[in-house]
C-alpha cells in the first residue's frame, strides 16, 4: 500500500496578537521527498526457457528466504515448477540480458468449468525492488492470459506482504477474502492469506 504524503499550509501570524513574533517570519524550505528508486533504462519482458531457471530459481529462493512471499521452504527443480505452472505465459524481466523477475499462471482446477482461472506468481531479485518490475511483469502476464483465454486471475498474499499488496492492487486485483490461520510456516507459525482476484474485461464479457 503506497504510503502518502501530507502537506501542511503555512498562515500568517498576526503581529498584534503575538507581538513579539516577526510579522514576516523567515519560512524554511520544507525537507525534500526521499527521491524513488530509479526505474531500469532497458527493461525487457520475454518468454520465459528452460536456460532461465538458474536466474528464475535464485530468485525464487530469496522470495522464500525472505519468509513473506510462499509457504514453500524449498526452491523445486526446473521439472517440478514446470509441471505445476502453465506453459503459457511464462515470462521473465530482463536489463543488458539479466534476468531480474519471473511471473507464471498455475492453473487452480482441474475441472473444465474453471479452464479460465489461473494463480499469479510474480517475484523479482531483492536488489531491484521498487523499480517497476512487478508491475511490468504483472501488466504483460495479464495481458497475455488473456491472450492465451484467462477469464479471471487470482493471487494469495499474506497480509504482512503490503508491496504485494499494492502491486496486485495497481494491477486491478480486487481483495475478496482473509483465509484465515489456513496455512502452518515451518517454524510454527499460523499464517493468514488474502485471496485476490481479477476478472477480465474482454474474455468471458459476453
Request: hydrophobic share 40%; charged share 25%.
Amino acid at each position: 500500500m503506497a504510503p502518502s504524503q501530507a502537506r501542511g499550509a503555512h498562515g500568517r501570524i498576526d503581529p498584534g496578537r503575538y507581538r513579539d513574533v516577526d510579522p514576516e517570519p523567515t519560512r524554511k524550505s520544507p525537507a525534500p521527498s526521499p527521491a524513488p528508486a530509479a526505474g531500469p533504462r532497458d527493461l525487457t519482458i520475454s518468454a520465459m526457457t528452460a536456460a532461465d531457471w538458474p536466474a528464475v530459481a535464485r530468485i525464487y529462493a530469496a522470495g522464500v528466504a525472505g519468509g513473506d512471499a510462499t509457504f514453500e521452504h524449498a526452491v523445486p527443480s526446473w521439472e517440478q515448477w514446470s509441471s505445476a505452472r502453465v506453459l503459457d505465459p511464462r515470462l521473465v524481466a530482463r536489463e543488458s540480458g539479466e534476468v531480474l523477475g519471473w511471473a507464471a499462471l498455475s492453473l487452480t482446477s482441474a475441472r473444465a468449468v474453471y479452464r479460465g482461472v489461473a494463480e499469479v506468481s510474480v517475484y523479482v531479485d531483492p536488489a531491484f525492488a521498487r523499480r517497476g518490475i512487478g508491475r511490468a511483469l504483472l501488466q504483460a502476464l495479464v495481458e497475455d492470459s488473456e491472450r492465451a483465454g484467462f477469464w479471471t486471475l487470482t493471487a494469495g498474499v499474506f497480509p504482512e506482504n503490503e508491496a504485494s499488496i499494492a502491486l496486485h492492487e495497481r494491477c486491478g486485483f480486487e481483495l475478496v477474502g482473509v483465509r484465515r490461520r489456513v496455512g502452518q510456516m515451518r517454524d510454527g507459525r499460523w499464517r493468514d492469506v488474502a485471496l485476490y482476484e481479477r476478472r477480465s474485461a474482454v474474455v468471458g464479457a459476453g
